[in-house]
């Protein structure tokens, strides 16, 4: 009796730090401030809120459902259901997406290494400046062999994982971390909200300034919320396809949800107060993360050990989530083409790592990713948009159609239900994926188109 209940709590954490493994990540440590820093601050996180409540965790659910009904991949499980139809063709943007998105989520998971190094050296001990943060930042990004040989050993180690399949390992190792990453980021919030001028910041994080919401400041609020929460790509159905049949989904579901949201808002809240503190512009890009967190241990006793254990763990967050970029790439394959694991694997890495190359190279590398066609916007910015926020969003809408049209509400609810769960406020779960995410998503898109306000 003791082993078997044992045995279900197991396999539902399991579940959760897996899943939460690929939601946390560079998402909500760099994403997420910089995004918010990018479109106005307060306004910006309210949408992103409301976006995670009203269409985050809907999709999530309905992901989480066709996994589990099917046990396949993103490509296959629209097969399973409907094989004399297209609506693989959705899973195979999923396949796309995830590629896209790995090729400059691993850049940036490199520049995390190559600060881990610099940790390890003893590079943040004593105060650091923002401007000399600013100066070690550009001497990694702008210099195009460092910047490619991260990537490269970041994207080994993902294949390494991938190819190995040793996915207990890494649930095991999550349930360790996850928890530590937690509590090294509660200490670093309590150093930045107590650092002078740091209440400032916390006032731009939370308090809205309806004035500065536009449909872009919404379409990039609605992009972080996908992103976030690993959806749109057929992620979650990959995940969903190993969750045990007796265990309660909606509840893990929700679960992991949740903790992907307070990770995200904590990192926002040792952010932002750092920022206002060291006189740094919030619309500072991707570097601003990475250029305001040494300006905090600099200012911490043991500053050093702190900065070593979270770029470790900022890098081991990135990994649990690249793993599951390269895991629906090469579940595709194994499973649709007959291909082994391990060739799917370092094919798919290789590729990966060449279209990469253009990503690293756009911080200072090459003049001409770092302002792409002289569009005044760089290759990896470009990306990061294309992948991140529209592939996602077109992803997400076409899968609420699918499972609120086409499948059906009460067959995903069956699968939601299955282990003799109710699920809570189904029937708004149905409105909510038949009718107001696929219509609130699309209205985004086309309003971004009507009125050009793609970024
Ligand atoms: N959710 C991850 C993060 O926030 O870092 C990124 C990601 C992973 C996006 C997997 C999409 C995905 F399928």
């Excluded at 937690?182 to 916390?202: H, Y």
């Excluded at 159609?401 to 059906?408: A, E, H, N, Q």
């Amino acid at each position: 009796m003791a082993t078997a209940s044992r045995g279900q709590w197991s396999g539902k954490t399991g579940f959760i730090f897996a899943a939460a493994g690929s939601a946390i990540g560079l998402g909500n440590i760099w994403r997420f401030p910089y995004t918010a820093g990018e479109n106005g601050g307060g306004a910006f996180v309210l949408v992103y809120l409301l976006f995670v409540l009203l269409i985050g965790v809907p999709v999530v659910l309905a992901e989480l459902s066709l996994g589990r009904r099917t046990e396949r991949n993103a490509v296959g499980a629209f097969k399973a259901l409907f094989p004399e139809t297209k609506w693989h063709w959705v899973g195979g943007l999923g396949v796309a997406t995830g590629f896209g998105i790995l090729a400059f989520y691993s850049v940036i998971a490199g520049w995390t290494l190559w600060y881990l190094w610099e940790a390890l050296l003893g590079g943040f001990s004593g105060s650091i400046s923002a401007e000399q943060s600013e100066t070690m930042f550009v001497s990694l990004t702008s210099d195009p062999l460092l910047a490619i040989f991260f990537t490269a050993v970041f994207l080994a180690l993902t294949v390494f994982v991938v190819r190995g399949g040793i996915s207990k390992g890494i649930e095991r190792t999550t349930k360790i971390l996850m928890p530590l990453l937690l509590v090294i980021l509660i200490l670093l919030a309590i150093r930045s909200v107590t650092l002078e001028g740091g209440m400032e910041g916390l006032v731009y994080l939370f308090k809205p300034d309806f004035s500065k919401i536009t449909f872009g400041v919404i379409m990039n609020a609605m992009g972080q919320a996908l992103f976030s929460l690993s959806l749109g790509m057929g992620a979650m159905i990959t995940y969903g396809s190993y969750f045990p049949k007796r265990e309660n989904l909606p509840q893990a579901g929700a679960a992991v949800a949740l903790f992907d949201t307070m990770i995200a808002l904590l990192a926002g809240v040792i952010i932002f107060p750092a920022i206002f503190a060291a006189g740094v512009d919030p619309d500072g890009g991707p570097g601003l993360v990475f250029i305001v967190l040494p300006t905090i241990f600099g200012s911490m006793p043991a500053g050093s050990f702190f900065a070593i254990a979270f770029y470790a763990l900022l890098a081991i967050a990135a990994l649990t989530s690249t793993i599951s970029l390269l895991e629906v790439v090469v579940a595709y394959f194994v499973d649709e083409r007959d291909w082994k694991r391990s060739k799917a694997a370092i094919t798919m890495g290789a590729i990966c790592f060449v279209i990469a190359i253009p990503s690293a190279l756009a911080a200072g590398g090459s003049d001409f990713f770092t302002n792409f066609f002289g569009s005044g916007i760089d290759f990896l910015s470009l990306q990061n948009i294309i992948w991140g926020n529209y592939s996602l969003g077109i992803g997400a809408l076409l899968l609420c159609v699918f499972v609120g049209w086409k499948w059906g509400v009460p067959k995903a609810l069956e699968s939601l239900e299955s282990g003799g769960y109710s699920m809570p406020a189904g029937n708004i779960w149905g409105v909510l994926i038949r009718y107001v995410c696929p219509l609130a998503v699309g209205l985004v898109i086309a309003f971004i188109i009507i009125t050009q306000q793609y970024m």
